[in-house]
C-alpha cells in the first residue's frame, strides 16, 4: 500500500475513492472577472483538448487563451513545455501561466465528423494560433486543474458553438501526411521526420486527424501524450538496435524544479531501466502517510522491448525514454540505460509528464562523465544523490532492486 499513491498517481483512484484527496487538496480557484458575467468569448486559441471521462462518449473542445489583448502571439508560451524549460520558468510561474488558460467542452463521440470536430482537428493542425468565437451554455468553473500526465488546466466552461474566425495556417507538409491514406502511428511518425515535437504531434493525434479516413477518431489528451511518447520511441529504438554499443560507461546529470536526474549509459546491447524515488513531501508521498523514508518504485524492458503497460511508473516511465532514445539516436550508439530520478519535497503539484521529458533531454545537451568500469560510475552516481531534508539514499538502494545493475559483465573487471 506504500506505493499506491506513486503508482496511481490520481488517475485510476486505486485507492477506491470517487476523486484523488490529493488533487483535491491542490485544486486552486482562479477568478477572471471579465468571464463573470458573459457568455460568449473571442480570442486566440492555442490547442484542443479530448477528455477520457465516459469514452468513447468524451467532452472535447479548443484550449483558448484568457489574455485579450496581452496575448503573446508565441504559441510556446502557453502550450510548448521546451520554451518553458529553456527560459528556467519555476512551478508559480507554471501555475500562473496556465491559470490563464481556458479549456472548452462539448459532448462528442470519439468518432464524430460533426463541424465542431472538424474545426477542432483544423486548430490542432495549425502552426499559429487561431482566433475562435464561442458560445457558452453556462458560466465557466474556474478550478485550475492539475495532472501527472498533462499539463495545468485553467478555467473551463461548456460550450454551444463555435466559430472559427480565421483560416488555420497549416504547413503544406504536415497537410500532405494528414491527407494522405495513413494509419494514425504512421501519420505521427511522419509528422515527428518533419521536425514536430512530441508535443505538437499528441496534440494532432488527440484532435482526431489522423488514421485512415475510415477509421479517424480523437483521442483522449491524456492517452495520445504517452501514446505518441511510446510510438515515436518504438521508431527511433528500431534503429539504434542497429548501431554499436557505446565505448565506454557514461553518466549524464540535469535538475528541475526539485527533480534530479542521473541516467548512465553502459557498453551492452539495449536495455532499459527507469528508478522513481519519491521523498517524503513530494506530491505523491505524504510524509504523514508514508513515513519518513523515500519510496523507489522501478520498471524495466529487455532489447526486444516491453508488451505491458508500465502501471508502477506511468507516463513517467514513456517519457524518461523517449529522452534517452533521442539522445542515443544522435550519438547513433545503442547502451544499456538506468536512470535514476529522485524527486524532492519542493515538487508539490504535478504538472505533466514535460516535466521529465525536459529535464532528461537536458541533460544530454550537456557533457556526460566518462568512466572505464561500472564501480567507477556508480561510486559517481552514489557521490551526487542527494539528500533532501536530513535524508539521503545510496546507490546500494537502487542496486538492491535493479535489474540491471545486478548483472555481470566482462566490461566490469
Known amino acids: 500500500m506504500q506505493s499506491l499513491c506513486i503508482a496511481c498517481k490520481g488517475s485510476r483512484l486505486l485507492c477506491g475513492r470517487k476523486t484523488c484527496p490529493l488533487l483535491a487538496a491542490l485544486k486552486k480557484r482562479t ?4 468571464l463573470t458575467n458573459t457568455k460568449e468569448f473571442f480570442g486566440p486559441s492555442t490547442s484542443v483538448f479530448v477528455g477520457r471521462i465516459g469514452y468513447p462518449n468524451v467532452r472535447v473542445g479548443p484550449m483558448a487563451v484568457l489574455e485579450g489583448e496581452e496575448f503573446d502571439a508565441e504559441i510556446g508560451r502557453f502550450e510548448e513545455p521546451n520554451e518553458w524549460f529553456a527560459h528556467g520558468l519555476g512551478m508559480d510561474e507554471i501555475v500562473e501561466l496556465r491559470s490563464s488558460t481556458l479549456r472548452t467542452k462539448r459532448g462528442e463521440k470519439v468518432t464524430s465528423r460533426s463541424n465542431f470536430v472538424s474545426d477542432m482537428a483544423e486548430i490542432a493542425l495549425a502552426k499559429q494560433p487561431v482566433d475562435v468565437e464561442l458560445i457558452f451554455k453556462s458560466k465557466p468553473s474556474f478550478n485550475l486543474s492539475f495532472s501527472d500526465i498533462t499539463r495545468p488546466t485553467g478555467a473551463s466552461v461548456n460550450v454551444e458553438k463555435m466559430h472559427v474566425t480565421e483560416n488555420p495556417k497549416i504547413p503544406k507538409q504536415v497537410e500532405r501526411i494528414v491527407s494522405d491514406e495513413l494509419k494514425a502511428v504512421e501519420a505521427a511518425k511522419g509528422l515527428y521526420d518533419l ?11 488527440s484532435s482526431g486527424a489522423l488514421g485512415l479516413r475510415s477509421a479517424k477518431k480523437m483521442v483522449p489528451t491524456r492517452w495520445s501524450i504517452t501514446a505518441t511518447d511510446d510510438v515515436i520511441f518504438k521508431k527511433l529504438a528500431a534503429q539504434l538496435r542497429e548501431y554499436p ?7 549524464y546529470e540535469s535538475s528541475y524544479m526539485d527533480n534530479h536526474f542521473l541516467i548512465l549509459l553502459m557498453p551492452s546491447l539495449f ?3 527507469n528508478f522513481e524515488a519519491w521523498f517524503p513531501g513530494s506530491v505523491w508521498n505524504d510524509a504523514l502517510a508514508f513515513g519518513q523514508r523515500p519510496v523507489i518504485v522501478e520498471e524495466y524492458e529487455g532489447f526486444k522491448g516491453r508488451k505491458q503497460y508500465a502501471v508502477e511508473e506511468g507516463g513517467g516511465y514513456y517519457a524518461a525514454r523517449l529522452a534517452v532514445a533521442e539522445a542515443l539516436h544522435t550519438m547513433r550508439w545503442q547502451a544499456g540505460v538506468v536512470v535514476f530520478r529522485e524527486i524532492h519535497p519542493r515538487y508539490i ?11 532528461v533531454r537536458a541533460a544530454f545537451r550537456k557533457r556526460g562523465e566518462k568512466f572505464n568500469t561500472k564501480k567507477e560510475a556508480l561510486d559517481f552516481i552514489d557521490s551526487r544523490l542527494q539528500a533532501k531534508e536530513g535524508m539521503r539514499l545510496g546507490i546500494h538502494d537502487f542496486e538492491v532492486l535493479s535489474k540491471i ?6 566490461t566490469d573487471f
Open 31 to 34: 477568478e477572471f472577472d471579465k
Open 349 to 359: 503539484l504535478p504538472l505533466g509528464v514535460w516535466v521529465v521529458r525536459e529535464t
Open 271 to 273: 536495455e532499459y531501466e
Open 405 to 410: 545493475l545486478k548483472q555481470k559483465r566482462l
Open 195 to 205: 521536425g514536430l515535437d512530441v508535443y505538437k504531434v499528441a496534440v494532432i493525434l
Open 245 to 251: 554499443p557505446v565505448d565506454s560507461y557514461y553518466v
